[in-house]
C-alpha cells in the first residue's frame, strides 16, 4: 500500500488520486464536524465550493430537511442555519437532516478528493475508523490537507501524520512515497504528547481562540471519540457503504 | 523583524508580502543556478512564467548577449542554449551574457516573490549572502519555497529552514508568524548532520539522479560556496543594488 501526502489541495493532479483512496482532513473544523453531524444522525453532508453553490443546492431541496453550515473567517455566514462549530452539529440540529457545508478549506478539499476511487472524511476524532476503512478498502492512499487558504496548517499535518504513522504500524506492505507523508510522521512524533496543546498554538487555533472557539479546538483534538467514518458517494458523505 | 514561510508559492496573497522581503528557494535547482550563474558574470537573469514568455523575451534582445536557460521535467528544453544544471552555468557560457530561465517552479516562484518590496534569491550555496543582506536591509521577511508543481519539496523547506534558524540566531528582534515556519525550522534541527544525504532522499533528489544528475545534488547541498546573493530589480535578478 503506498502513501502520498499533501499538505494543501493546490497541485494536485490526477494522477495523485487517481485510483486511489483519498483520505481528506481539516481538522479545524470541517472534517470534524462531518464526522460529528453523521454521527448525530444526519443523512448525508453535502459540501460546497462556495457560498453561492451552497445556497443553489439549498434552493433545490425541500427546505425543512436541510441545515445550510458554514462559515467564512471562522465565523458563521448570514442567512446560514448553522456556523463551523461542532457543537452546533448537536442531534437536535442534524438528526435526518442534509447538511450543506460551505467551509473556506474544508469543502474544497472534501470535493478534491471525491475525483478519487474511494474518498473518506478524517479527523483525530474519528482515526481509527478512518484508518480501519483504509485498510478494509485496501487501495494506495493519498492524505490531502485541507490546509488554510492554500498554505500550511500544522493541525492538519500532525493528524496526517498520526495517520501515516498507524498506517505503518498497522501493514508491514505500506511504502512512504512522498517527502510531505515522512515530514508529517515527523512532525506527529514532535507533537503526539501534546496535540492538543499544539492544536491551540497553531496559526489557526489562535485566530479560533480569539474568535471565542477554545472549546472547538480542545473537542477537534480528542482522538477516536467517534467510532464512524464518513464516506464519499454521488457528491455527498455519508455513513452508508 | 516578522518571519513567515510559505512551502509553495500557491496561495500566497498580496498581504503576504506587500512591505516585506521575500526570500525565495528552490535548491533542485533553479536558485542555486541564478547564484552560480551571476557570480560567473552574467549581467542579469530574467526569470520567464513559461516556455512562450521565454522565446518571446528572448526575441526581444541582441541574439549573441543571450543565454535561454531552463527545463521540463529535469531536462533541457529543446532549442534553448542551456539546462537546469548548474555546472552549464559556467564562466564562458554565461559571462556578460543576460540569462532568460524558465524552470517548472523556481521562474513562477521568483516572479511571485517579485511583487514584494524587496527580493532575493537563495540557496545553500549562497545562505549567509543572503542573510546578511536581508539582515541589512531590516524588513520583515516572506520565504518562499518553490516546492514542485504546486507541492512540498524537502529540500526547500530544509533550507528555508536553515535560514529561520539563522535569522533567530542573528537577531533578537526576529519572530516566527506561521506554522510553516517553525516546521521548517524543526525539519533542519532534524536534518542539519546530513543535509546531502537529506536532498539525495528527497522526491526530486531521487528523480534528479535517476536523470544522471547526482553530482548536481551534492553541489547545490554546499553551505556558502558563494558570497554573493541575487537581487530582484526591475523583472531580474542581478547583483547591483
Redesign the interface.
Known amino acids: 500500500m503506498n502513501i502520498r501526502l499533501?499538505?494543501?489541495p493546490?497541485?494536485?493532479?490526477d494522477e495523485q488520486i487517481n485510483g486511489r483512496t483519498a483520505v481528506v482532513i481539516d481538522i479545524l473544523r470541517a472534517t470534524t464536524v462531518a464526522a460529528v453531524a453523521l454521527d448525530n444522525g444526519a443523512r448525508e453532508i453535502i459540501p460546497a465550493a462556495n457560498l453561492g453553490d451552497a445556497t443553489s443546492i439549498r434552493e433545490k431541496l425541500d427546505r425543512s430537511t436541510v441545515q445550510l453550515g458554514g462559515e467564512r473567517e471562522g465565523r458563521k455566514v448570514e442567512g446560514f442555519d448553522l456556523g463551523n462549530s461542532p457543537f452546533e452539529y448537536d442531534r437536535e440540529a442534524v438528526e435526518n437532516k442534509t447538511v450543506i457545508l460551505a467551509t473556506t478549506n474544508g469543502s474544497a478539499a472534501i470535493l478534491k478528493g471525491g475525483e478519487a476511487k474511494h474518498c473518506l472524511s478524517c479527523a483525530f476524532v474519528n482515526l481509527t475508523a478512518t484508518l480501519d476503512k483504509i485498510l478494509k478498502i485496501g487501495n494506495d492512499v493519498s492524505i490531502i490537507c485541507a490546509?488554510n487558504?492554500?498554505?500550511?496548517?500544522?493541525e492538519d499535518?500532525l493528524c496526517g501524520g498520526m495517520l501515516v504513522d498507524k498506517l505503518l504500524a498497522a501493514d508491514n506492505a505500506v511504502e512512504l512515497d512522498?517527502?510531505?507523508a515522512?515530514?508529517a510522521q515527523?512532525?506527529y512524533h514532535?507533537h503526539r504528547e501534546n496535540l492538543e496543546d499544539a492544536l491551540h498554538k497553531?496559526?489557526h487555533g489562535k485566530y479560533l481562540d480569539n474568535l471565542g472557539f477554545a472549546k472547538d479546538i480542545t473537542f477537534c483534538a480528542q482522538e477516536d471519540h467517534l467510532t464512524i467514518c464518513p464516506v464519499w458517494q454521488s457528491g455527498r458523505l455519508t455513513l452508508q457503504e
Do not use: P
Not at 493546490?10 to 493532479?13: L, Q
Not at 487558504?149 to 500544522?154: C, E, R
Open positions: 499533501f499538505f494543501t493546490a497541485g494536485i493532479g490546509g487558504k492554500g498554505g500550511f496548517s500544522l499535518a512522498n517527502d510531505a515522512f515530514v515527523g512532525l514532535k497553531s496559526d
